[in-house]
């Protein structure tokens, strides 16, 4: 909504929500609406303002931590307290003495948060950011497809619904699931999912045979081999590094394969000047603030757009996150039943990490 376009009648209510209960009630409502209909608190912000500034405030007034993944806008990365890959990010959510979370990133991670720390307020600047990944495993089907394999143990990768992870035996991130396959029985059978091509890259690398639920991400799928070629052409000193979200004959090309954190930790160790990027945008901007003098090329994808953003990630705006800090929604809750079902195989995955120093 734009701020000049403001109806005195909006003002008024604003108006009335700080100074009394019959103006916060017409407000609950119209936030209501606005978050059933929109997924985020739509209320003007004075141009005016310092929004980075207010942001910071409102953080302190409030005790929040705000947690962001690599695939955010760069300033929202800038004035995060904490950026990194899901595994990171859903460490930061377990240890914080932050009252308040805001989650710059994607429900199922908002969620995560809050199954790891059930008592704090959880608030998601846009609750429409889901994600492809997740909604290609609709947890009634999955649960049809477990009753297939009894003996099998369920390992899902945290890109799934909270109710998903509660039908699952251990998470994982693309930061650990090689390692989580591993700390299991040679002869435990394993379903994977709900991601084929973290899952077909994990079985490559241990060697098991992994039962894959057929799930993608619609991000990581598109990447063009033949354009990837081409540009290697044009590049040659130029190392190709993927994450193990895209497919397989994309990653058999890769002279590195990690998730957002191993990838960025890549580029910074290695001595190579330039650096074919094939996942979500949106991690260029640490790699170019760690390394400002290396050169950093999104891999491109197979239509005509040039830009490997997540539309889901990239919901969440600046506005967004200071209503969302200011109003003190939207807030991802969850079902407690839930929360206890799917609190153990996250904690499982964070045990078996610090195991293995990760
Ligand atoms: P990581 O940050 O764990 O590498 O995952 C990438 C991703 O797809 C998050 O949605
Ligand atoms: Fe989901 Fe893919 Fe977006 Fe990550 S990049 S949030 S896996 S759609």
Known sequence: MDFVSISFFTFVLLMSNIHGPFGRMIMNTQFETDLESKGFI??????????????????????????????????????????GDSLGLSQQAAKTDADVIVFAGVHFMAETAKILS?????????????????????????????????????????????????????????????QIVESLPKDQKIIFGPDRNLGDYVRKKTGRDLVLWNGACMVHEIFSQDKIADLRKQFPEAKFIAHPE?????????DYIGSTSGMLKYTIENPAQQFIVATESGILHQMQKASPNKLFIPAPPNNVCACNDCPHMKLNTLEKLYNCLYYGLPEVDLDPAVIERARLPIERMLEISERFGL
Request: glycine residues 0%; charged residues 25%.
């Open 246 to 254: 895209c497919e397989e004959h994309i990653l058999a090309t890769a």
């Open 118 to 178: 059930p008592k704090k307020k959880v608030l998601l600047p846009d609750l429409k950011a889901g994600c492809s990944l997740s909604d290609s495993c609709p947890p009634h089907l999955f649960a049809k497809f477990k009753e297939q394999y009894p003996d099998h143990l369920v390992i899902t990768y945290v890109n799934c619904t909270a109710e998903l992870k509660a039908l699952s035996d251990i998470v994982c991130t693309s930061s650990n699931a090689v």
């Open 42 to 83: 739509d209320e003007p912000i004075d141009p005016s303002l310092d929004i980075v500034a207010e942001i910071q405030r409102l953080k302190k007034e409030k005790n929040a931590v705000i947690l962001a993944h690599y695939y955010q806008d760069a300033e929202i990365q800038d004035i995060a307290d904490y950026i």
